[in-house]
C-alpha cells in the first residue's frame, strides 16, 4: 500500500511537472521556436515518419497538428526532442546528458499512459504538442529551424544519443520525472516549491556558472495601469486605493530564492502565479516602484527544477561527463540501462 501510495504521489507531481517543464519553457532557447515553424512545414512532416523494424523500442507519437498517432523509434523520437530542447551547439556531454533526460521523459510517459491512459492521447503514448508535453521536432520542423545546419547538428545530436543508447535515470527502480529548466538562479529549486509537493531527487543544488549565462537577469517594466489591470484581470476583488508603493507585499522566499507567496492588491497569491500573469522568466523575482514605474526583475530562466541546462554545459565545458552532470542535478538518482 505504501508503494502504490508513493507511486501514486509520484504521478500527481508527473502530472504538475509536464506543463511546467513545457508551458514555462519561454525558459528554452530552442523550443520557444517550434510556433515559428511555417505550418506548410508542419503539415509535410508526415511523409518524414518511418516505420520501426520488429523488435525495436518503439513510442507512439501523436501529431497534434494532424490527429494522427505515429510509431517512432525511442532513438528517433529522443533525437527530435534534443533537437527541440537544448541548443545544439552545446558540448557534446551536455547534449548526452539532456538525451538521457529526454529519454527518462519519454519512458515515464509511456508507462504512464500503460497504467491509466489520457484519452485525449487517442492511444498515443505522448504528444508532440510542446505546450503539454516535452517539446519535439519532426524532422522538418527541424530543418526549418536549424536550415544550413540541420545536417552538421542532426548529427551531432544523434551521436549523443547514440552514446547513452537505453540509459534512462531511475529512482528506486522507477524512471524519474526528469525535470529541467534553461538557466537557474545560481542554485536550482525543489519541486516542493514550485509544485507544492516534495520529490527526492529534485532537491536544490549549486549551479553557479548560470549568473554568467545572458539569460539569467531579465527586467519588466509596468505602468500603474498595466500593473493593476494584469492583477485584476485575474484576481476581479483586487483593491488599489492606496499608495502603490504599498500594492505589492513579497512574503517567503525559498532558500533558492523563488517567491513562495506575495500580497497584491490585497490578494494572495504564489510566486509561480504571480510569473504566470505577468510572463515572467521565473518566480525567482524582485519588483520596486518609483516615478509611477514598477520594474521586475528575474533570475534564471524557467521553474528552476532539475538539470539546469546551462549550467550543465558550464560543467561540461569544465571536463565533467554526462553522468556527472546527471547526478548532480538529480540528487540521489541512478543511470539504468532499459532493456
Do not use: C
Not at 71 to 78: K, N
Amino acid at each position: 500500500m505504501k508503494d502504490l501510495l508513493k507511486i501514486a504521489v509520484v504521478f500527481a507531481i508527473l502530472l504538475l511537472a509536464i506543463p511546467m517543464i513545457t508551458f514555462f519553457r519561454p525558459e528554452q532557447s530552442i523550443s520557444t521556436k517550434t510556433a515559428e515553424v511555417p505550418e506548410e512545414a508542419a503539415e509535410s512532416t508526415q511523409t518524414e515518419y518511418t516505420e520501426p523494424d520488429a523488435g525495436e523500442d518503439v513510442l507512439k507519437v501523436l501529431d497534434f497538428t494532424s490527429g494522427q498517432v505515429y510509431e517512432l523509434t525511442m532513438r528517433d523520437y529522443v533525437i527530435g526532442a534534443v533537437l527541440a530542447e537544448m541548443p545544439a551547439s552545446y558540448h557534446e556531454e551536455a547534449l548526452k546528458a539532456q538525451a538521457v533526460a529526454a529519454r527518462t521523459y519519454a519512458v515515464r510517459q509511456r508507462e504512464k499512459q500503460r497504467l491509466n491512459s489520457d484519452e485525449l492521447l487517442m492511444g498515443a503514448d505522448i504528444s508532440n504538442d510542446s505546450t503539454k508535453y516535452q517539446a519535439y521536432f519532426t524532422p522538418e520542423q527541424a530543418k526549418a529551424f536549424y536550415g544550413d545546419s540541420y545536417e552538421v547538428y542532426y548529427n551531432i545530436i544523434a551521436e549523443a544519443v547514440d552514446a547513452t543508447e537505453n540509459e534512462v535515470l531511475v529512482y528506486n527502480g522507477e524512471p524519474i520525472v526528469a525535470a529541467f529548466h534553461s538557466t537557474s538562479g545560481g542554485r536550482t529549486e525543489s519541486a516542493e516549491a514550485v509544485w507544492g509537493s516534495a520529490v527526492e531527487y529534485l532537491v536544490p543544488v549549486e549551479s553557479i556558472a548560470d549568473e554568467k549565462s545572458p539569460s539569467y537577469l531579465d527586467e519588466k517594466i509596468f505602468t500603474e495601469e498595466e500593473f493593476s489591470e494584469i492583477i485584476k484581470a485575474e484576481y476581479s476583488d483586487a483593491q488599489f486605493s492606496e499608495s502603490p508603493d504599498k500594492w505589492v507585499i513579497v512574503g517567503d522566499r525559498s532558500t533558492s530564492g523563488t517567491v513562495l507567496e506575495l500580497s497584491a492588491g490585497g490578494e494572495v497569491l504564489k510566486g509561480t502565479e504571480f510569473r504566470q500573469l505577468f510572463s515572467l522568466k521565473s518566480a525567482n523575482f524582485t519588483i520596486e516602484y518609483a516615478d509611477g514605474i514598477f520594474t521586475v526583475t528575474t533570475k534564471g530562466n524557467g521553474h528552476g527544477v532539475g538539470m539546469s541546462q546551462y549550467g550543465a554545459n558550464a560543467m561540461a565545458n569544465d571536463g565533467a561527463d554526462y553522468r556527472e552532470i546527471l547526478l548532480h542535478y538529480y540528487t540521489g538518482a541512478e543511470i539504468a540501462v532499459q532493456m
